[in-house]
Each structure stands twice: as structure tokens, then as C-alpha cells.
């Protein structure tokens, strides 16, 4: 968040997913990853005024 004219505005939103799948999806959610902010209606709506960062972690399972 960051101060614009003495009001908070939200600039940044990081996503952090923790997916515990089989190793052998791994790949398949790594490609998913890769596009899936395309097909979602949030990271859509706030394209162009709010950044929004992703990063996957992928533990066994």
C-alpha cells in the first residue's frame, strides 16, 4: 500500500500458492500456472491499475 494525496491505495498484490499434489502433476500445474491469471475474473478486473504477482510452490504429496 501506498500513500497517494493522504489516502492508502493498494498498488501491489502477490499471490502465493502452495499446491501439495503427486510430483508427477507437477508439470501440469506449472503450465496451468502459466496462464491462469488470463481466465480469472479478479486478476481481469483489476488489470492495468493494480500490479498482481504469483508464485507457486509445489510440495509432494
Given at each position: 500500500m501506498e500513500k497517494e494525496d493522504g489516502?492508502?491505495?493498494i498498488k501491489r498484490i502477490a499471490v502465493?500458492?502452495?499446491l501439495r499434489i503427486p510430483?508427477?502433476?507437477h508439470?501440469?500445474?506449472e503450465r496451468v500456472h502459466g496462464f491462469?491469471?488470463?481466465f480469472?475474473?479478479?486478476a481481469?478486473?483489476?488489470e492495468g491499475?493494480?500490479?498482481v504477482s504469483t508464485h507457486l510452490e509445489l510440495v509432494a504429496g
Open positions: 489516502v492508502l491505495v502465493h500458492y502452495r510430483a508427477e502433476s508439470p501440469v500445474a491462469h491469471a488470463r480469472c475474473p479478479v481481469r478486473s483489476l491499475s493494480i500490479e
